[in-house]
Every structure is written in C-alpha cells, then in structure tokens.
C-alpha cells in the first residue's frame, strides 16, 4: 500500500524550529519529486515546498524561502522540513505530497498531515 | 490572497451539473498544462481529482473533468451526489524558482 507518515509536529515558541518527517513506503521514494503543503486553520491550502528526485533541485514559498530547507534520505524513505525562526503565521497542518509529474504540482498521494502550532 | 481565484462558494442539487473556475495569469495556468484539482473533506487530506488540465487518476469518476481556455481552468461535476459535498482546489505550476507552485483559494461546494 502507497502510504505517506507525517511526524515531528508540535507546539512551539516563536523565533524556534522544528523538524518535520514524511516517511513512505509502498513506492520507490527515489523516483518521485516531493512536495510540502500547508493549510492553517480554516484556510486553504498553500504550497510550501518541493524537491526533486535525488534533492538536485529545491524550490520554496517566498513566504518560507531562507527560514524552511526541504531534504530528503533515499536510502531511509524520508522526506524532511526544517524550519527554523518560526512564526505565528507558520501555524498549519503539514502534508507531504507525492508529485506524479515531475513537480508539477500533480500531488497524487497525500499523507494526513502534522500539526504545527507556533505560539507562546 | 491566493494566486489563483476561485469562487467562494457554489452549489447544486443531486443530479446537477456544476463547474469550479480558477483563474491566474499567462504565466501560470495559461502558461503550463499543469492544473490541477483537488477535493478535500473536512478534517481529512485532499485527493487528486484532476491533473494536466483534464486527466483523471485512475479510481477517480468520469463525472470529473477538467478543462482550459487561456488563463481559466475549470472543473465540471455532472451527477453532482450528496459526497461530492467538499472544498474543491485547483493548482498550477508557475515555472518561477520561487512559488513553482501555486493554488487557488479554493471553492465551497454544497450539495443541496
């Protein structure tokens, strides 16, 4: 079975960082581009971040760009995000995402998403 | 503000046709033929519906399609049913090393 496990969420202050996780299984993690998504309460969904096959090539929100860094362990199925100086506008559920066309953005696989609270 | 404007909210009854629009710019969804759809149920993660414009993934009905017309994609539903109840989002790839992807703000679908 495809599967996508989020982990790492939590409550945090302002100005802290955390380290989330996204193991997989059930596909070879090492063919696909991945991506992180984010939908703070009651909002839409955001695009946060993306990585290609063998971690070549990232890309970031500007919202995130120079606080979060999107890597990735082929050989332990592993997707992380390291975000650092973190916000109250951080605040979201985190979802990895599996990309079916070369991150394009075509997500075809979801995991149910951390929590991420940033708060004092 | 999101990227991509969607509607709100729309609405049908069962059996109805409805259609979603997301609209950006030639440099999004005119630019690429990378849109695409999402459905989300509350509390749970969202599900592609829709990729490349109009593709379908295997499982997902053929009473989801999905179209373009310059800088509008759409998302039509035919025999709306009372599941079909949910958010709907539409996505596109930018080409930009910053916010490469984009997504609307997403649409309110309520089965009456």
């Known amino acids: 079975e495809v599967q996508l496990v989020e982990s790492g969420g939590g409550l945090v202050q302002p100005g802290g960082s955390l380290r989330l996780s996204c193991a997989v299984s059930?596909?070879?993690?090492?063919?696909?581009?991945m991506h992180w998504v984010r939908q703070a309460p009651g909002k839409g969904l955001v695009w946060v971040s993306r990585i290609k096959t063998d971690g070549s090539n990232t890309n970031y929100a500007d919202s995130v760009k120079g606080r979060f860094t999107i890597s990735r362990d082929n050989a332990e199925n592993t997707l992380y995000l390291q975000m650092n100086s973190l916000r109250a506008e951080d605040t979201a559920v985190y979802y990895c995402a599996r990309d079916r066309v070369s991150g394009s953005g075509s997500m075809d696989v979801w995991g149910k998403g951390t929590t991420v609270t940033v708060s004092s | 503000q999101s990227a991509l404007t969607q509607p709100a909210s729309v609405s049908g009854s069962p059996g109805q046709s409805i259609t979603i629009s997301c609209t950006g710019t030639s440099s999004d969804v005119g630019g690429y033929n990378y849109v695409s759809w999402f459905q989300q149920h509350p509390g749970k993660a969202p599900k592609l519906m829709i990729y490349e414009v109009s593709n379908r993934p295997s499982g997902v009905s053929d009473r989801f399609s999905g179209s373009k017309s310059d800088n509008t994609a759409s998302l039509t539903i035919s025999g709306l049913q009372a599941d079909d109840e949910a958010d709907y989002y539409c996505s596109s790839y930018t080409g930009r090393t910053v916010n490469t992807v984009v997504f609307g703000g997403g649409t309110k679908l309520t089965v009456l």
């Open positions: 059930g596909f070879t993690f090492s063919n696909y581009w």
